[in-house]
Structure formats: C-alpha cells, structure tokens
C-alpha cells in the first residue's frame, strides 16, 4: 500500500474499537472447525492471526491449546484482544506489528489468518513473506464477508446508500476485490473457497453501532457529522422496516491457501 501510508490504516480503527467489540459478529464456529480439522490446529502447532483486531480469530484458535501469535498496528484494537484474552484464561501472544513485518522467525506456522484484514495490507508482498513463514503443509485463510449478498440485503441496500452519499473518497473500497487471484498468483496458489452463512436478526441501533465500527463511518471519522449521520442512517432504515427489526443472513466467505502440495 502507499500513498495514503500505513500509519493511516494503522489509526483507521483507533475510534471504532468500543464499537467493533460490541457490535462485530463473531466468526460461526462451524467455519474455525473447518479449519482447525483442516491444518490439524491443536496443541504443537502455531497460529499467526494477521489485523486481529480484538482477536475474533485469534481466541478460537487458541482455544485448542496451539500457541497463537497476534498482531496488528492498532494498539487500541490489539488491547481489546488481551482485554478478551485474559477474560477468557487463554494465552496469546500479542505484538503491535503490521503484516508487513512478519519474517522467517515468526515461523514456522501451520496457520495464517486474515480476519477482515487482508485489503489492509499489502497482499503480494505479504504472501510473498510467509513464503518463510508457513509450514510446508500450512496454508493461509482469507475471511470475509460476502460483500456482494451483503449489499443484496435491506440494511446493506441502505449502508451502500449511506456509503454513496456520507463518504467523500472511496477508501473503504481498498483492495476489496480480488484476494482469490491475489492468492492464486502467490506461492499459495492452490486456492479453496468456502461460504457460509450466519442468521441475524438485528435492530437499527445494531445497524448503527456495526457501521460505527467500520474505519469508514467510525466516530472520529463522523466527527461534527455524527448527530446527522445518525439520524440519516434511523430514517433510511425505518422507510425499509417500520418496526425496526431485520431479519437477513450474513454470507461468508474463507479463501484457504496452500502451496500447489499442499
Ligand atoms: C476490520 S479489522 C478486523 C479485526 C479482526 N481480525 C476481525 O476479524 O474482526 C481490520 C484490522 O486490520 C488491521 N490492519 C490495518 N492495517 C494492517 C496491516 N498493514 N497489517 C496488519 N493488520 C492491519 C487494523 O488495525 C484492524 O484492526
């Protein structure tokens, strides 16, 4: 990534955490035993959650007793995963660092997660770092929502509204698109999507505090705005479901990466 730098993604988030850690969905855990009975995850073997942000990723792994490593430039995001981590008894070993950073002595590990983070980073030369990094038999999971299904719903019909008419430049459109062949032309070419699907159930007010979590229409980034944003953002829902509750399916999607063996 350059021009607008690293060290903007790396504040992106530093307004959003309270939010993010109230209104983000954990990962179904159908999808992290997926990839726990894929890369034999468990005790002797290493977990490198990348962007961990309050460790979404980061606790479920650890959870089955493999030595997880955690990083991410934000503090705040990564205080909020110690914050969850001790909470829970696990241990993790967390590192204020950026994916940029990873070398050949974080290694070896038999797992890389992205948590919604892969766009943040810059993808080639990363995978090209974990090259040293990862087991032979290890492999890289990409996860994210289904942007597409998402905007296909009721509330993301109104947040791609929102986005269209709150948002000035089209940053959060960073690098979205296309991690599969990022991922096919790296040494993980060998490329496995998987989709899932969460039920939700959500109210406005969780409409609002999930889109305060973003690093687009985070607190700090709303500023004096917020108060209108809101109130915007309460009409638009409320012209698409008077009472206030929406029933949708959030989609999801894993990219597992293994080298063409693996
Ligand atoms: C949307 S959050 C995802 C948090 C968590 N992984 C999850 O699944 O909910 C994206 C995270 O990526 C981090 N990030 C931004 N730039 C990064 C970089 N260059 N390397 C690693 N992480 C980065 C941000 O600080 C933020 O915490």
Known sequence: MTGRGMSDTTALFTDAVDHYVQHRMAYPTDLIDVLIARFGIGPGTKV???????????????????????IDPNGPMLEAGRTAAEAAGLTIDFQVRKAEDLDAADGPARLV????????????????????????DGGIAVIHEDL??????????????????????????????????????????????????????????QVLGQLLSTSYFNPGRLGDRRA????????????????????????????VATRPTG
Do not use: Y
């Not at 490198?48 to 955690?70: H, K, N, Q, S, Y």
């Not at 947040?159 to 000035?168: F, G, S, V």
């Not at 953002?233 to 894993?254: D, I, K, T, W, Y």
């Open 48 to 70: 490198i959650d990348v962007g961990c942000g309050p460790g979404l990723l980061a606790l479920p792994f650890a959870r089955t007793g493999a030595e997880v490593l955690a």
């Open 148 to 205: 597409d299904q998402k905007a296909g719903t009721p509330t993301g019909q109104v947040i791609e509204a929102m986005k269209r008419d709150w948002i000035p430049d089209d940053l959060h459109r960073r690098n979205r698109a296309g991690h599969a062949e990022v991922l096919a032309a790296s040494p993980f070419c060998k490329v496995e999507r998987m989709v899932g699907s969460v039920p939700r159930i959500w109210t406005a007010d």
């Open 228 to 255: 209108a944003f809101e109130a915007d953002l309460r009409a638009r829902l409320a012209r698409v479901a008077p009472e206030g509750v929406f029933e949708e399916n959030l989609g999801l999607l894993a990219l």
């Open 113 to 136: 997660t992205f948590g919604r983070s892969f766009h943040w980073t810059e993808r080639e030369r990363v995978l090209s770092l974990l090259e040293q990094v990862v087991e032979p």
